[in-house]
T-cell receptor, first 115, second 110 residues
Framework: DAGVIQSPRHEVTEMGQEVTLRCKPI?????LFWYRQTMMRGLELLIY????????DSGMPEDRFSAKMPNASFSTLKIQPSEPRDSAVYFC?????????????FGQGTRLTVV | AQRVTQPEKLLSVFKGAPVELKCNYS??????LFWYVQYSRQRLQLLLR??SRESIKGFTADLNKGETSFHLKKPFAQEEDSAMYYC????????????FGQGTTLQVKP
């Protein structure tokens, strides 16, 4: 397996534009997490899904952010409209619960720059 | 509420010196705690989990429920240990949330 795959790796966009980040989890995994990484706040959990169902989206900063998981092999995180303060690295992670000590596997991340 | 705190953004030590990366947590149940590491230009990966009580690359971490801490330690730092380290807590069962601290950058100088 190629692991968790995120696209694009880098995205530069103008303020006000819509941005869509994509994630393909590891096949067979039933949990998917979206995180935002910044110097100030570290790794913040935005939203996570279990069996394609959003379980907790309390970390989504504003209504401008939305996430979907239409099937077990694909998820998107959308920002509309984007703002400069959204600039960060966005990570997707997936896991298959196997009891205590379950490991989450991360993608390479998408570095978003909003100018 | 679930919370993980790493008080140090940056820890700089010389090669061969002991290292301790601090992690404190807040959780109402029995916590599942982990340390993840992110080396330069690599993806975040699991370093160790408290349930295994293992030593990985010379690192160990002991869960102290009284002090609600899970500090990461290594007796002799190596230059290749330079990386970003994140402490993480997993909530209850398979539908629980996995949250991370703010991260600590470890810099090991030659």
């Amino acid at each position: 397996d190629a692991g968790v795959i995120q696209s694009p790796r880098h995205e530069v966009t103008e303020m006000g534009q819509e941005v869509t980040l994509r994630c393909k989890p590891i096949s067979g995994h039933n949990s998917l997490f979206w995180y935002r990484q910044t110097m100030m706040r570290g790794l913040e959990l935005l939203i996570y899904f279990n069996n394609n169902v959003p379980i907790d989206d309390s970390g989504m900063p504003e209504d401008r952010f939305s996430a979907k998981m239409p099937n077990a092999s694909f998820s998107t995180l959308k920002i509309q409209p984007s703002e400069p303060r959204d600039s960060a690295v966005y990570f997707c992670a997936s896991s298959q619960f196997r009891g205590l000590g379950t490991e989450a596997f991360f993608g390479q991340g998408t570095r978003l720059t909003v100018v | 509420a679930q919370r993980v705190t790493q008080p140090e953004k940056l820890l700089s030590v010389f090669k061969g010196a002991p290292v301790e990366l601090k992690c404190n947590y807040s959780y109402s149940g029995s916590p599942e705690l982990f340390w993840y590491v992110q080396y330069s230009r690599q993806r975040l990966q699991l370093l160790l989990r408290h349930i295994s009580r293992e030593s990985i690359k010379g690192f160990t971490a002991d869960l102290n429920k009284g002090e609600t801490s899970f500090h990461l330690k290594k007796p002799f730092a190596q230059e290749e240990d330079s990386a970003m380290y994140y402490c993480a807590l997993w909530g209850p069962s398979n539908t629980g949330k996995l949250i991370f601290g703010q991260g600590t950058t470890l810099q090991v100088k030659p």
